[in-house]
């Protein structure tokens, strides 16, 4: 299987849904580790909060005492968003040892084994965290202004309520809501699109943060080749959104042993009652560590995604494949 020259889209996808299945242990046992990171991470934070914040989680608080309640809500928040943070730095990480492992085989430089791509990820983590800090800086900036609309009519509604126009306040709160949907769309597939090629840069080329940041996003505008297609933001949101399906319903099939113990058990989304309140521990660890295999498993799929445009960009733009044949 030759990589290194130019791709179709489905060629793209075929490849790396091959490399991944002709390589999936050596991935697991390298992403394994990742994974319990970030599921003990996620653990821990719900232990914190439940003890911390335990008003948060009780349903009578909520209700009649928002007062008193408000503080443990904001404390929740503030814990998990910063959980969240560790989580995603860590599959940034985890994105950049897969894709030494991946890119170095893709282009017959060596056969590295997990270790070999774990090291490599640790040399890089400096750069990691720094590039990571400026992609979350940068896209709470574009969180802010792709959420006006929404806060606007929002603030429109709540006005027209005030008024007693209930009718205009109703319209206004549904358009808010439209508005809220489509941001929250167009800030993942910005986000998706914006950062897609950082781990491979941070992973193969030897720049700092500032320069992988501005060469992220050189790769991933332009145009490649003639009519709408040619487009690199329209190529990666085709294939980030075929993919990204693939991935969810593969992890949703992955996900039926939690959702049959929340049926099983009552659990819903209400205060009080969510998986964590109400599955006793002796199954709920099980659980959370069978996601965790689950997730090592398939995690891998999307960074051999990225690997491969990141390798299909450099041969178009690049000549990647001639200076590999030529050995510079």
Known sequence: MNPLRPLGLGELIDRSVNFWRANWKPLFQLMLGFQLVEGTLLALTQGLVRVLFPLARDPDALNHRP??????????????SVAVLGALLVAQVAGVAATHFSFTRLTSRGQPNGADAFRHAAARLGTTTLTFLLSMGWSFVVMIVLMLPAAGLGFGAAALG????????IAVGVLAALALILGTIVLVLWFAIRFILVSQIIAIEPLGALATFRRANALSSGRIAEGLVGLVKVRLTILVTIVGLVLLIMSTVASLPTLIAAAAFGANLTPGHTLNDVVPLWV???????QSVLGAVLAPLYVVFQTFFYTDMRVRREGLDLELALGT
């Open 67 to 80: 007062t008193e309640a408000l503080p443990h809500l904001m404390g929740t928040l503030g814990l998990f």
């Open 162 to 169: 005030i008024a007693d126009q209930r009718g205009a306040a």
């Open 284 to 290: 709920l660890l099980p659980l959370q560590l069978l």
